[in-house]
């Protein structure tokens, strides 16, 4: 009777457990179907990169990365829905369901991939480095070597200057440079202003945005002193399992791409981010 008992249970166990990774899209992710069931995407960003997510009149989030979900909602006929947190904490949404796909201006990387699936890119973009107007200094990332660099914490920049510091082979390895990050990067710019740290590393068209909107400082592609240069493509990312996802999120891409509508929506709000007081 024990041993019956111990089966029954064993099996219960069981169908729960198979019942709850199949219960909103299950292990895998959500299906567009799912979505459309459902009524609406969600989004998960970190609305502190403009022009492709910033905070303008409201708390909403807006910016060319929403333009783009909002796209896809509508191809879908869903509603959109926008979850505003830490850029290192994104993937975890995608992890537990609480989101479907995570668009950030998140760049494309091998580590990255190991945490979660993405679409094919729909821009590119680069690092650049931000300093003080009237610091000669700094030409090439080699320049950081002995200086304070602020970062976005899990950011490209953000690995791109510590692998630099912490790599047998990187070119800042040993030369006193040191990497401060940061939750929210305008904590950066402002530690600049102040003095505090003598660089800032982020994408090309938030460091635009910050000189554009803040006095005194400057900015300009990184590079290596061999002339190498920090080219990124960005991606859309969704659960690492879910490639049924993946596919339709491409197919509705394409044409976006090739019609240059995103460029588009990227150069209307870098307009209308260089507008806002910061």
């Known amino acids: 009777m024990k041993n019956v008992k111990k089966i029954i249970a064993a099996t219960l166990a069981t169908v729960l457990l198979a019942a709850s990774l199949t219960g909103c899209g299950g292990n895998k992710g959500k299906t567009v179907e799912d979505i459309k069931k459902a009524g609406k995407l969600v989004m998960a960003t970190d609305a502190a990169w403009a022009p492709f997510e910033y905070i303008a009149d409201s708390d909403t989030p807006v910016g060319s990365d929403i333009d783009l979900a909002q796209a896809l909602a509508d191809e879908w006929g869903v509603e959109l829905e926008i979850i505003n947190a830490a850029f290192d904490t994104l993937p975890q949404y995608l992890d537990n369901g609480k989101a479907d796909i995570v668009v950030a201006a998140m760049t494309i990387t091998e580590e990255r991939k190991e945490q979660m699936a993405f679409s094919d890119p729909y821009t590119i973009s680069a690092q650049y ?28 920049g953000d690995l791109l200057v510590s692998g630099e510091i912490e790599k047998e082979d990187g070119c800042l390895k040993g030369t006193g440079a040191e990497v401060v990050q940061y939750k929210n990067l305008t904590e950066g710019c402002l530690a ?13 068209l938030p460091a635009q945005n910050f000189c554009a909107v803040n006095k005194g400082l400057k900015c300009f592609e990184a590079v290596y002193a061999d002339g190498s240069s920090t080219k990124e493509e960005y991606g859309i990312g969704v659960k690492k399992t879910n490639t049924e996802l993946v596919e339709a999120i491409n197919e509705a891409l394409k044409p976006m791409v090739e019609s240059g509508a995103i460029e588009e929506s990227i150069a209307k709000h870098k307009e209308l981010a260089s507008l806002l007081e910061q």
């Not at 480095?129 to 304070?148: F, N, R, W, Y």
């Not at 600049?192 to 090309?204: C, P």
């Open 192 to 204: 600049l202003q102040q003095g505090t740290v003598d660089a800032v590393m982020l994408d090309i």
């Open 129 to 156: 480095i931000i300093v003080k107007e009237e610091d000669d200094s700094v030409k090439t990332i080699e320049d950081l070597a002995g200086k304070k660099t602020a970062v976005h914490l899990g950011t490209t």
